[in-house]
């Protein structure tokens, strides 16, 4: 009897055990196996350099499929050394075990279709599950990423590459809470500030994605109300709509083909800014 109450929680944890492997093994299935690293860097004036940052849907969940992972001669990111390299999904490298498919690579294949050949556009992930707007404010660390330190350092990498032409900002379902919803567009407004003087252009371009409609939670249209709030307040900032689109089965995130729609429409939003 001994015996049977020991073995009982051996196969139930191998089963976990087992199920777990399963499904990491699916969710990184077809991640990239190789860095491509950039051997011949534009000229600083040619390279358009553009900042992700945010919670979970900025950082990517949508499941990485082989498409996400063709790269494009004129699109690039980092790695977490800080090297630059061709643009494959994932791009964010701050959450291994939950990392996915983003707008990212989506959001740069869309916008060279839109600007002059010569151009070519960096993309760098700054962007972490669960984090709420009060944290990038407060510098907090949030999953081993000090939010707003990490940002600045990004920004500033950037900044020696190329020129920062806009930020991409998908954030607020941490903020979804009775005590927090209420102060959401003065905090938003607060952080862009502090954004923009990291990069010295208190004009540079912001596009903020729509919380998804699909949430249980109430509060989610609250945010969008303030960030529709928001952008009616700086001629410099603009907004995706993200309400027909889906959600990958979790009420939270946003799942791969609205991930690469969402793409497309930041780089629609921002090029409808620049003219």
């Known amino acids: ?32 196996k190789v860095e491509l690293s950039v051997e011949n860097v534009p000229e600083k004036a040619n390279l358009w350099v553009f900042m992700l940052a945010g919670q979970s849907n900025m950082a990517g969940r949508g499941f990485v499929e082989p498409q996400d992972t063709v790269p494009n001669t004129r699109v690039y990111t980092i790695n977490k050394q800080g090297d630059m390299i061709y643009a494959k999904e994932p791009l964010h490298f701050y959450e291994p075990s939950m990392s ?58 950037g900044m020696r590459f190329g020129t920062v032409k806009g930020i991409l900002w998908h954030q607020g379902e941490s903020d979804a809470k009775t005590k927090e919803a209420p102060l959401y567009q003065i905090k938003l407004s607060e952080l862009f500030y502090q954004f923009r003087k990291i990069i010295g252009n208190q004009e540079a371009t ?35 709509n993200t309400q027909d689109l889906k959600e990958k089965g ?5 799942n791969s083909e609205a991930q690469r729609i969402m793409g497309e429409r930041y780089a629609l939003e921002f090029m409808k800014i620049q003219n």
């Open 1 to 32: 009897m001994t015996n049977k109450k020991l073995l009982l929680p051996i196969l139930i944890f191998s089963m976990l055990s087992w199920c777990y492997g399963q499904h990491e093994n699916n969710r990184t299935q077809f991640f990239p």
């Open 100 to 157: 996915g498919l983003d707008s990212g690579l989506s959001f740069g294949k869309s916008l060279i279709k839109h600007i002059p050949d010569s151009i070519s556009v960096l993309i760098i992930p700054t962007a972490v599950g669960g984090s709420s707007i009060s944290q990038w404010l407060n510098d907090s660390i949030h999953r081993e990423v000090k939010l707003f330190t990490n940002f600045k350092e990004k920004a500033e990498l």
């Open 206 to 240: 912001v596009v903020i994605g729509q919380l998804g409609s699909y949430s249980t939670n109430p509060l989610w249209s609250k945010i969008n109300d303030h960030i529709k709030y928001y952008i009616s307040t700086d001629p410099n900032a603009g907004m995706i």
């Open 250 to 254: 979790d009420k939270v995130h946003f």
